[in-house]
């Protein structure tokens, strides 16, 4: 599950004469596990203050404002609160060397100034991206949610033809995404969105709360939060004309396949669910599940992978079993014990941790992050009572399909539904691309957005449904 915004950076290192301010563009090639993301910072000096924003071309978002900037002497800060990024650098004329944090996770980066206008990354072209003219009607929508005090923006496909048609409302995974659940220039949603239209099943699809068009905040929301925005959707799509109101289902994608369970249990009439790389174990269990196949997929010795389940058993615990205030002074006791092993003259680890301890603070007491490591999916699996179809990539090294599909099916059994489908697909990743070894870092290198097979699953099971 991606949780935080991955941030894109273009490395083009132009420089010519020296400057004395920091102000103007910045470009720089942020690296993680094996995945390179291009980010453009902007630097602004308003009187004696700052202001800025960055780019992320390789996710097609631009000019997102940071929180805030600071200069202090030749040290450079930005921040953005939402997405948990923090950067401190030395500026030094014409580079800005220093750290990038995100998500407990710190990373060396360096920002170099650009002349002129910042280039823009080139677009990849994905071959599955759907491009108009429709052979079906494309209509956009605003949903509200009431009880939320918000308005979600979305897009609603409805094939050509008379009707009623049967229909789904698509759910987003993990982290602020938008209706398309844009990641690397794929768009999967509108991919699927595509194929259920041209096989005759209506979609919604709509932007996260707090994200494009859409309002609210998704910082603090919980997936109890966003079940109630997905039964909002579910609400406003039975209305729509040419939509049959009894066969109106809900997808779900990683955490979007917890979150359909959590709606359903709040209110069973959703005709029909599919569930893809849903959860079907418990979330501390799903995450050391996770922890151990995202680390060999990526390299990573067991012993660094053993020393992580170790910390998180011991957070976790704290986090599922104490009050707010506790679990965060017992936080703070053990990072502080970790930080007094560093060497007392060494400035520069000292600052890392901080970072690090910082960004670990934020995610672990975060509202969503707090609820989502004390959840168990199968009370409410349990409660399914309508057709459910739950699918998986075998390659999935974020939500394993054998563990889940497993916990899935028996939570299903255990509460008496039969009229259930359970598919491990093979060579399929977590986005349902095929791929050689499912590791995270392989997502942006593959050309197909969605297996066309795993659509055709979808599609046909739904329209096989009495």
């Not at 308005?151 to 995974?173: E, Q």
């Not at 844009?182 to 096989?199: G, I, K």
């Not at 205030?325 to 520069?348: E, F, G």
């Not at 490591?373 to 409660?383: A, E, Q, T």
């Amino acid at each position: 599950m991606i949780r935080y915004l991955l941030v894109l950076v273009l490395a083009i290192p132009q420089l010519a004469l020296a400057q004395k301010s920091p102000a103007g563009d910045w470009e720089a090639l942020l690296k993680i596990q094996g995945i390179e993301l291009p980010l453009v910072v902007h630097l602004i000096q308003k009187g004696e203050g700052w202001e800025g924003s960055f780019d992320s071309p390789k996710q097609k978002a631009y000019n997102i404002s940071l929180t805030s900037v600071e200069m202090r002497g030749d040290t450079l800060e930005f921040t953005h609160k939402q997405a948990g990024i923090r950067f401190l650098g030395l500026y030094q004329t014409d580079s800005i060397a220093g750290n990038f944090s995100q998500g407990g996770k710190t990373f060396p980066m360096t920002l170099r100034r650009v002349q002129g206008a910042p280039q823009k990354l080139v677009e990849t072209v994905r071959p599955q991206q759907p491009k108009p003219p429709f052979n079906y009607a494309v209509r956009e929508v605003k949903i509200k949610n009431k009880a939320a005090k918000l308005t979600l923006a979305g897009t609603l496909t409805v094939p050509a033809g008379k009707g009623p048609f049967p229909a789904v409302v698509l759910i987003s995974g993990s982290g602020p995404q938008n209706r398309n659940s844009e990641v690397f220039d794929h768009q999967p949603f509108a991919v699927l969105a595509n194929h259920l239209t041209q096989a005759g099943i209506a979609v919604l699809r709509y932007d996260d709360r707090g994200v494009g068009q859409s309002t609210g905040d998704f910082n603090g929301a919980t997936s109890e939060d966003f079940a109630g925005d997905a039964l909002a959707a579910w609400t406003f799509l039975r209305k729509q004309k040419g939509i049959n109101k009894n066969k109106v289902g809900l997808i779900g994608h990683s955490e979007g396949g917890m979150v359909a369970p959590i709606a359903f249990a709040r209110q069973p009439e959703p005709a029909f669910m599919v569930l893809m790389a849903g959860v079907g174990i418990p979330v501390t269990d799903l995450l050391a599940e996770q922890i151990a196949a995202v680390g060999k997929s990526e390299g990573l010795s067991q012993a660094a992978i053993d020393s992580q389940l170790s910390t998180n058993a011991r957070t976790f615990g704290w986090l599922k079993t104490l009050p707010p205030a506790q679990a965060r002074d017992s936080l703070q006791t053990y990072l502080a014990a970790q930080k007094a092993l560093l060497p007392a003259n060494n400035a520069a680890a000292h600052e890392q941790f901080d970072n690090q301890a910082a960004g670990a603070l934020r995610t672990y007491l975060d509202p969503w992050f707090l609820y989502f490591i004390g959840y168990d999916p199968r009370p409410n699996l349990m409660k399914l009572n309508c057709p459910v179809l739950a699918i998986n990539g075998d390659k999935d090294v974020q939500v394993l399909a054998a563990s889940n599909l497993q916990g899935i099916e028996a939570a299903l059994k255990a509460g008496g539904n039969r009229n259930y489908k359970i598919c491990s697909l093979p060579g399929l990743n977590h986005l349902f691309q095929p791929a050689k070894t499912g590791a995270v870092s392989e997502y942006a290198n593959i050309d197909t957005t969605f297996d066309p097979a795993a659509m055709e699953v979808i599609a046909s099971w739904i329209k096989g449904l009495d």
